[in-house]
């Protein structure tokens, strides 16, 4: 049983952006979650096998954008316009996510 390893993750100032980088675990529906220090897992974004469909989080809504590319078997999340908000360990996932979690990226926003 494979579990995604996320990468990409660092800190930034408000405003700035990163790229996060993970595996896809198969012919799918994708999706990237966050864990904010001290809260629960909460859904950042999601994405179809084919790419024509995706969704976000009203809070991310017009500053990531997750795509995938099928052939390398990657699935993206470009975040720009980083916000002190969205300090936590991003994860990525089936959605909707299996129970156990891989290993997250931690991302850092400071102002």
């Known amino acids: 049983q494979d579990y995604p390893v996320a990468s990409g993750g660092g800190s930034v100032q408000a405003g700035g952006s990163l790229r996060l980088s993970c595996a896809a675990l198969?012919?799918?529906?994708m999706g990237w979650f966050r864990r904010p220090p001290g809260k629960e897992y909460e859904f950042v974004a999601g994405?179809?096998?084919?790419?024509?469909?995706?969704a976000y989080a009203d809070s991310v809504k017009g500053r990531f954008t997750i795509s995938r590319d099928n052939v390398k078997n990657m699935v993206y999340l470009q975040m720009d316009n980083l916000e002190q908000e969205d300090t936590a360990v991003y994860y990525c996932?089936?959605?909707?996510?299996?129970?156990?979690w891989g290993q997250g990226t931690q991302v850092t926003v400071s102002s």
């Open positions: 996932n089936l959605n909707p996510p299996r129970a156990i």
């Open positions: 994405i179809t096998y084919d790419g024509r469909t995706t």
């Open positions: 198969g012919p799918d529906i």
